[in-house]
């Protein structure tokens, strides 16, 4: 009796521990404990800044718990029900446990999407850095397919976007192109798409058609809000204008309206020549340099970003993260997570929710291995 039942109760559970884990919550609820118990000190509003502080954790903490604690309080009462209805053999309350079933599937699902999209700029719009590596002509080719590929993404999920900053190959395609893309979450769901894309083809620039290998870097920044506080000295900065070139009409090639940025510290380079004026590209390379050293500042803290940044190696064989064969059969796999399709066109024209997703959960999974 029940046994389907226990089942999925059994099957929620689960899926909810390693959330459960990788979340954090059990220290989460912890901090909670301790920030509502500073709280109840009779001079805590004496200082209304640390106060207010300390008001805005709470209230974060609160909200990260608060779903999937209910859930697990939930799901431990249908467990208990189960037990009583099978030892007295009761059919009204197995009734009641099979009503609740489906609702709290559905919480878990939106639980499991919500923990894998709560960093801290998930829900920032993003900018997303294509890079040409080794290969010649083939490599601003395929730079500029991932361009492309990226673009079309942002199109069937009703994003915007915009091509900050591109600097044409000498052939064909281009060498790098910036591109900022506007939508929710845009940042959370792209940030897997870092690292190293390796395209194999039979090339369209080799009078013999032979196979060729090409490569590209993908970087993804977090537009972020102005509230960040990321110190810049003047004195760091070496600022460069120059000639728009491309597409933009005769105002932009008249003008020396293109801004490049380099931060002499880091070495960290950015550029914009997609506005009109000098003044909204200077805006938009300082946002992007803000995003730049925002997130070398949490490299120091998070291996992944500084394996990423610091040390991501040549953009050749060997540091790729996925794989798109399109000659002798045709394949697209990413080498982390295991997700593969053989319809590699279906990909290039956009279609990489399959990818994004399988990081998702794969980067998920390893906080959860992680946390226990």
């Not at 039979?202 to 009078?207: G, L």
Request: charged share 30%; net charge negative.
């Amino acid at each position: 009796m029940l046994e389907e039942e226990h089942r999925r109760l059994a099957a929620i559970e689960q899926r909810l521990e390693p959330l459960w884990r990788g979340l954090q919550i059990d220290e989460k609820r912890a901090e909670l404990a301790r920030l509502e118990q500073a709280m109840q000190a009779p001079d805590f509003w004496e200082q209304p800044e640390r106060a207010q502080k300390l008001v805005k954790q709470v209230s974060r903490l609160r909200s990260a718990t608060r779903d999937i604690v209910a859930l697990r309080k939930q799901l431990e009462d249908q467990q208990l029900l189960l037990e009583l209805a099978r030892e007295e053999k009761d059919e009204a309350t197995a009734r009641e446990i099979r009503e609740a079933l489906e609702p709290l599937e559905q919480a878990l699902e939106r639980i499991e999407l919500q923990a894998k999209l709560s960093g801290k700029h998930d829900q920032a719009n993003a900018y997303l850095t294509v890079h040409a590596g080794a290969g010649g002509t083939d490599a601003c080719d395929w730079a500029q397919m991932l361009v492309r590929m990226y673009s079309r993404w942002a199109d069937a999920h009703g994003m915007k976007h915009e091509l900050v900053d591109v600097v044409e190959g000498e052939e064909a395609g281009v060498r790098q192109a910036t591109l900022r893309i506007i939508g929710e979450q845009a940042y959370g769901l792209l940030r897997g798409e870092l690292g190293v894309h390796r395209l194999v083809r039979i090339s369209p620039f080799d009078a013999q058609a032979r196979r060729h290998t090409a490569f590209a870097a993908v970087d993804v920044m977090p537009e972020l809000e102005d509230d960040i506080e990321i110190e810049i000295r003047d004195a760091d900065l070496r600022v460069d204008t120059y000639r728009a070139g491309g597409a933009g009409g005769q105002h932009v090639n008249k003008t020396d309206s293109a801004i490049r940025i380099t931060h002499l510290p880091t070495g960290i380079v950015v550029q914009c020549q997609n506005e009109r004026s000098q003044h909204q590209n200077r805006r938009m390379a300082f946002q992007m340099l803000k995003a730049r050293l925002y997130q070398l500042e949490q490299a120091k803290r998070e291996a992944e970003l500084q394996n990423a940044y610091d040390s991501k190696g040549e953009i050749a064989w060997g540091n790729q993260i996925r794989s798109y064969v399109l000659q002798p059969y045709t394949l697209v796999k990413d080498h982390r997570t295991g997700v593969e399709t053989g319809s590699a066109q279906q990909v290039l024209d956009g279609d990489i929710d399959r990818f994004i997703e399988g990081y998702l959960t794969w980067k998920l999974e390893q906080q959860a291995a992680g946390a226990s």
